[in-house]
């Protein structure tokens, strides 16, 4: 079997790439071990009800009519409307940090207006850093040594606000504990307080029918239950690779968005016969990332806003400094992100009421529960004590839960293959997408952009620079 | 196709990559860049789509000849010449 490229992963960038293929008469074909699309941003059914696997919000969103960004960019690419997505603005959002309190939502003078009541001495100095972001090229790359916290500290004085502002950046995309590449703060900066949160009625289910029911128009192919699990190279070249099964597939490029580690893992796996053929190319060694996170998605008997929750997003942190890391214990409870897909402006209410709470997690502890009676009790005890620490932050909304359901780093690394469970991937982006194989190249989270938006866009670039390149 | 059969693939193009763009007041001597939001990843797809549904070959050394619908027009008129304008 032969295909011009082969795309290994059907996640949100492994679709937008697709499409773009697809669209300019290639024969591709996109290969993904699970059974079904959509990876880190998928959904599932659990007791009769349809739950989006990582769904907070869709950052990055511009209303309809927007020119510049992010999205507007997609939408033209993949030759979509501003409909087909149906996208519902957020309401508003906060960040909690103990006495403190910053609101923000899509209209970006929200947040400066907070700022300027709650901390007035460093109003100027937000002002300039909103400037210096936005003057900035969208996609502009720094030195890897210039980072967030150097950047913020030159505009900012207060440690405290810098924290505050820094925590929604980092939780929400960040490969790397601590703090960040500037290159990154900035796209995630904008993803956040300038451009904002959206959401599909129907969640992460209406975008990815609509990506894959066009790839299928365009004739590309999907196929499920398709891992990969070598890349077969020759001087160089990556020729096929090899599925779960033993059925080898021949393509002229490949693009993979299984993750950098992971990738070079299938090279490794490949390279018998390289060494066959008196093939030495070296296979660099990748940089694991290790952040991960738990999750508990809460079904409750009334909407959110009815018990005092009305906020779409709230950052949460009980301590004065965040700790973006691994955390030592096996959830680190003391802050987090609590989240509802009820509080978005729809045209009419939500069937169901959901409220999403995400803390980071120690992927070790979670994946080496010694048996699953373990797993299940652990997940348990964790989820009641992160719920009770939340309370600081929320109203008690313990006795309105009618089912439950939690995720672990177990279970992120189980049903996308990602390495150690992680979110955001590697610490070390790989900007250009190539790898040591001249016609492999990498899209999605390790490529450096992440998020539904993000991974969207990361697969239309990579599509268009490295294979349709302008010639094709 | 003749010039004006070619402005109206151009324009067909444009409608496609910028939908929500008002295309009726295009000026043919103005940058197409002043007047609609394009930017270098959409200019590249009207030369792909001259590729996929014409076949015309554009060299990237000549891709400032499409700064402006006048200019592309003349540029492809000697391209297109054979081709047969859409039903
Ligand atoms: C809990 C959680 C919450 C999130 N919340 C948000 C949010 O609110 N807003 C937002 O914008 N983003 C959110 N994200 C991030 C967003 O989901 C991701 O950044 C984005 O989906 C990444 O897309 P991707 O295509 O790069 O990777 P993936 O979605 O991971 O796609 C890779 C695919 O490759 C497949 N694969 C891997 N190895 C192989 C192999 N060997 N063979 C075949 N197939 C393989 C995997 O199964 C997977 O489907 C969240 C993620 C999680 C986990």
């Known amino acids: 079997m032969r295909y011009d490229t082969v795309i290994i992963g059907a996640g ?77 603005p957020q309401l508003s959002s906060k960040i909690s940090f103990p006495g403190v309190t910053l609101r923000f939502s899509n209209d970006p003078g929200l947040l400066e207006s907070e700022i300027a009541l709650r901390f007035p001495g460093e109003i100027e100095g937000f002002r300039r850093l909103v400037k210096f972001v936005e003057d900035q090229p969208w996609g502009t790359a720094f030195p890897s040594s210039m980072t967030a916290r150097s950047t913020l500290a030159e505009y900012l004085s207060d440690p405290l606000l810098i924290e505050m502002l820094l925590y929604p950046v980092l939780f929400y995309g960040s490969a790397s504990p601590h703090d960040v590449e500037l290159t990154q703060f900035l796209i995630l ?23 894959v029911k066009r790839f299928r128009h365009l004739g590309g192919e999907v196929r499920l239950r398709s891992g990969v ?74 909407p959110p806003a009815e018990l005092g929750i009305p906020e779409t997003t709230m950052f949460y942190c009980g301590t004065p400094r965040f700790r973006y890391q691994n955390p ?16 978005f402006a729809y045209e009419q209410p939500l069937p169901e009421s959901t409220l999403r709470l995400t803390v980071m997690a120690n992927n070790r502890f979670w994946f080496e529960r010694p048996s699953e009676e373990d797993y299940q009790e652990q997940k348990r005890i964790w989820r009641e004590r992160i719920f009770a620490a939340a309370l600081s932050h929320i109203p008690d909304f313990r006795p309105h839960i009618v089912d439950i359901d939690t995720f672990s ?35 999605g989270t390790d490529q450096g952009m992440l998020g539904i938006v993000g991974a969207m866009f990361s697969g239309i670039s990579m599509a268009n620079k490295h294979v349709l390149g302008g010639q094709g | 196709m003749q010039p004006e059969e070619i402005r109206q693939v151009l324009l067909d193009i444009l409608a496609r990559i910028v939908p929500d763009e008002d295309l009726s007041t295009l000026r043919d001597d103005v940058a197409f860049r002043e007047q609609i939001e394009l930017d270098s990843m959409d ?45």
């Open chain 2, 43 to 87: 200019f590249l797809d009207i030369v792909m789509e001259l590729r996929k549904q014409y076949r015309v070959q554009i060299p990237e050394e000549d891709y400032p000849n499409l700064a402006t619908m006048g200019g592309a027009v003349t540029y492809l008129v000697p391209l297109m010449k054979d081709v047969k304008a859409p039903a």
């Open chain 1, 189 to 211: 900066f904008r993803s956040i307080y300038r451009d904002g949160f959206a959401r599909p009625y129907d969640g992460v289910r209406r975008i990815l029918s609509v990506l």
């Open chain 1, 328 to 343: 030592d214990e096996p959830c680190n409870v003391d802050s987090g992100v609590i989240c509802s897909p009820n509080n």
């Open chain 1, 409 to 443: 780093p177990r279970t992120i690394r189980k049903y996308t293959g990602h390495h150690n469970g992680c979110v955001y991937g590697s610490p070390h982006k790989q900007w250009d997408g190539t790898t040591h194989l001249s016609n492999l190249f990498l899209c």
């Open chain 1, 12 to 88: 949100l960038s492994g679709l937008a790439a697709g499409i773009r293929l697809a669209h300019f008469n290639r024969r591709v074909c996109l290969l993904e071990r699970h059974t079904t699309i959509g990876g880190l941003n998928s959904f599932y059914r659990l007791r009769g009800r349809t739950h989006d696997v990582g769904l907070h919000a869709v950052t990055n969103y511009n209303p309809k009519g927007s020119k510049s960004g992010p999205l507007p960019r997609i939408l033209r690419q993949l030759r979509f409307s501003w409909d087909d997505f149906g996208f519902s």
């Open chain 1, 229 to 302: 699990q070598a890349i077969e190279s020759r001087s160089g070249k990556a020729v096929a690779v090899v599925l779960d099964d033993g059925t080898r597939i021949e393509a002229d490029t490949i693009l993979s968005s299984a993750g950098s580690v992971e990738t070079a893992r299938l090279c490794e796996a490949g390279v018998t016969g390289d060494v066959a053929n008196g093939d030495s190319t070296a296979i660099p060694s990748q940089v694991p990332g290790e952040l991960t996170f738990f999750e508990s998605i809460a079904m409750l008997d009334r």
